[in-house]
């Protein structure tokens, strides 16, 4: 269940921000269970799904998001 709604969110995204890129990260995916069940998902549903590896899966890779995000952020607004 816990997949779907992840595949679902994120199909959701896709549709309104054109992003198919997904970076599994965040102590959630240290179940390898969840992990292979989301992964097969969303790669059946067209996305570049990027598992964890050089990203950790627990806060380290959810901080290397957020600043990310944030960088892209700061660059758009031409700050």
Known sequence: ?????????CELIRKKQKLNK???AG????????LKQTMSLLQNSD???IP???????DGGISLGQAVVGYHRFESEGS
């Not at 269940?1 to 969110?9: D, E, V």
């Not at 102590?27 to 969840?34: I, T």
């Open 27 to 34: 102590g959630v995916f240290q179940n390898n269970l969840l």
């Open 1 to 9: 269940t816990l997949a779907q709604i992840i595949l679902k969110m």
């Open 22 to 24: 997904v970076v599994l």
């Open 47 to 49: 996305f570049e799904v």
């Open 52 to 58: 964890p590896g050089i990203i950790p899966v627990n």
